[in-house]
């Protein structure tokens, strides 16, 4: 194992998510180097010592790839033919999973998804705690190998990540609805209110806390949206459908003057709203989880999984393997107050499983 000083990685991509992910892992003690399409980009981030070189050293153990989505699967296949090391590890960070996971079936690549961001662009815009606090997607296959699954979710959890684990279709699926349709409703009232403008230029002098709060996505980098959105076609288009069913439901209670069933629909969003889960966690409020594995194809996938569909959040992973290497354990750090109920499911799915509080 490549002790903390020692580890190298190297970043395709140099953009706002690509360079912030260079400061992060760099900010752990890693040495990155790091490329883009863009030579200037390149030539800059070296400038500014986000990255040392532009070419992968011999020693890289990890190759982030964070290109616009539509190229990935391409890139990520020619790093994994370069690639000599068997304990070297690709991932991407690409709003769409199921095509490019698809497209590269390699123990050594596991697609991610950082669901953090900002209305700012590029190189210039990046920072090295973007991710601390972040949902990071990973989505394992039957091909992942449990080792390298553990020692990305560890890289990702130095970086202040909270990364769950989910398969690249549920990821598409869920994703629409919590980024990409955000982006075009935001997208549309932007377009809306500037239309509007043109008639009524104190509009959007007008625009207070909601309004900005509602359309702040909409600053975001266009360039990277249309990959996104048509990778992702049927997800998206799904969900506006049911977005405008929703609205159509509400315009039709304000025709009709049913108050009392525009007011339930704001409470419910309301009290939905404030219960989003929160991010932070302490020590003492972990309990862990022994789970025997053995050496079958998509044995971590399952276990992993399993906890997201759960909202499980699984804040550290190790494997233990076993003596005579057909077997093994999985050591998860769980929240103590959901720790039982897992046991209970991963019981039941036919695993043994030893919780430790």
Request: one cysteine or more; glycine letters at 8%; hydrophobic letters at 45%.
């Amino acid at each position: 194992m490549t002790s903390p000083s020692e580890r190298r990685a190297h970043v395709v991509g140099l953009g706002l998510i690509g360079a912030s992910i260079a400061r992060s892992l760099a900010g752990t003690g890693w040495i990155v180097t790091g490329s883009d399409r863009d030579v200037a980009v390149t030539d800059r981030a070296i400038e500014l010592s986000i990255v040392v070189g532009s070419e992968p050293a011999p020693a890289t153990t990890l190759v982030v790839i964070a290109t616009p989505a539509g190229i990935v699967a391409e890139l990520a296949r020619a790093v994994l033919e370069r690639l000599d090391d068997p304990e070297a590890i690709v991932t991407d960070v690409a709003g769409v999973k199921s095509a490019i996971v698809a497209a590269v079936s390699d123990p050594r690549f596991i697609g991610g998804h950082p669901m953090a961001g900002s209305e700012q662009r590029g190189l210039g815009a990046s920072r090295d705690d973007l991710f601390r606090g972040c949902t990071w997607v990973l989505t394992p296959t039957a091909v992942t190998e449990p080792g390298h699954y553990s020692r990305l979710h560890g890289y990702l959890r130095e970086l202040g990540a909270n990364v769950v684990a989910i398969t690249a279709e549920d990821h598409d699926r869920l994703v629409a609805l919590a980024s990409h349709v955000p982006h075009l409703v935001a997208g549309a009232l932007m377009n809306e209110a500037s239309v509007a403008a043109e008639q009524d230029a104190v509009l959007l002098q007008l625009a207070a806390g909601g309004f900005r709060d509602m359309t702040r996505i909409a600053a975001g980098d266009p360039s990277i949206w249309p990959d996104v959105l048509f990778e992702n076609r049927d997800a998206v288009t799904k969900t506006l459908r049911s977005l405008e069913e929703r609205l159509a439901t509400i315009r039709a209670a304000l025709d009709d003057g049913r108050r009392d069933e525009v007011a339930t629909k704001l409470a419910t969003a309301s009290l939905a709203r404030r219960q989003l889960p929160g991010r932070a966690l302490s020590a003492d409020r972990l309990a862990y989880l022994r789970v025997a594995v053995s050496d079958r194809p998509g044995e971590l996938a399952t276990v992993t999984v399993a906890a997201s569909d759960m909202a499980v959040n699984i804040f550290d992973i190790e494997i233990a393997h076993g003596i005579e290497g057909v077997s093994g354990t999985l050591l998860l750090a769980v929240d103590a107050d959901h720790a039982a109920r897992f046991q209970d499911t991963l019981v039941a799915m036919g695993f043994s499983v030893t919780l430790e509080r």
